[in-house]
């Protein structure tokens, strides 16, 4: 089993503030975990995604995450906020292998909003 | 670019009706998913297909079926629409290679209101 807690439903930072979005997992087998990003009346897209490589992952935009294992977490943080960042993001799992492998479990959203 | 279209964006239907949700996807995936997104609940997978005329429940199919009856084509049907069925869905497709797990192409869903 398989899932994702995503801490804060709501962020707002100003713009060219650090964004950092808070992602915890549980999973009873390796993980591939990814970020996807969705715009006001949009579909999601995907930012970057961890499979088990490097565990610091850069995605699209200037964002970028981390794979922690020992605090099993995948934050996702970006150096300055630009106002076009404002949007969902979701964390996702799946398992590297089993019967959930390929099956994308999310998180609950965090919406980013930012000032000027 | 990888394009996935659904039918509609807005939809409104009666109680009991019997509502279809279309999804196509021009990038030849073997994968297509069917979630619907609530505020505070995010993506819940409703059905998944591998391949034609193969489906797989997901964590909430009640209510719903799929059907699959060429690649690039998957729908949902609710066989009564009832209104705690009113949600945002979204279909997406994936290739089935290991090295693209997980990289799923979504659509820009359709905004359903049962009345």
């Known amino acids: 089993a398989q899932s994702v807690t995503q801490l804060g439903s709501h962020v707002s930072v100003s713009e060219g503030a650090l964004v950092l979005l808070r992602c915890n997992y549980s999973?009873?087998?390796?993980?591939?975990l990814f970020w996807y990003v969705q715009y006001p009346n949009q579909g999601l897209q995907l930012l970057l995604k961890y499979t088990s490589a490097a565990t610091l992952v850069k995605g699209i935009n200037g964002f970028e995450a981390e794979f922690k294992k020992s605090e099993t977490s995948f934050h996702l943080t970006k150096p300055s906020a630009h106002m076009s960042d404002a949007a969902e993001y979701f964390c996702?799992?799946?398992?590297?292998?089993?019967?959930?492998?390929?099956?994308?479990?999310f998180g609950q959203g965090t919406i980013l909003t930012v000032h000027p | 670019d990888v394009k996935v279209t659904q039918s509609s964006r807005y939809l409104v239907k009666r109680t009991g009706e019997k509502v279809f949700l279309e999804c196509v996807q021009d990038?030849?995936?073997?994968?297509m998913f069917w979630y619907r997104q609530d505020p505070g609940l995010g993506l819940r997978l409703i059905y998944f297909?591998?391949?034609?005329?193969?489906?797989e429940k997901g964590d909430i199919p009640e209510g719903y079926s799929v059907s699959r009856e060429k690649k690039e084509r998957f729908s949902l049907i609710l066989e009564s629409a009832s209104t705690n069925q009113t949600s945002m869905y979204l279909c997406?497709?994936?290739?089935?290679?290991?090295?693209?797990?997980?990289?799923?192409?979504f659509g820009p869903g359709t905004r359903l209101t049962v009345t």
């Open positions: 996702a799992v799946t398992a590297a292998g089993g019967t959930s492998y390929g099956k994308l479990t």
């Open positions: 297909s591998y391949d034609v005329k193969m489906k």
């Open positions: 997406a497709s994936s290739f089935a290679g290991r090295n693209r797990v997980g990289e799923q192409y």
């Open positions: 999973s009873s087998v390796p993980p591939y």
């Open positions: 990038m030849d995936h073997e994968n």
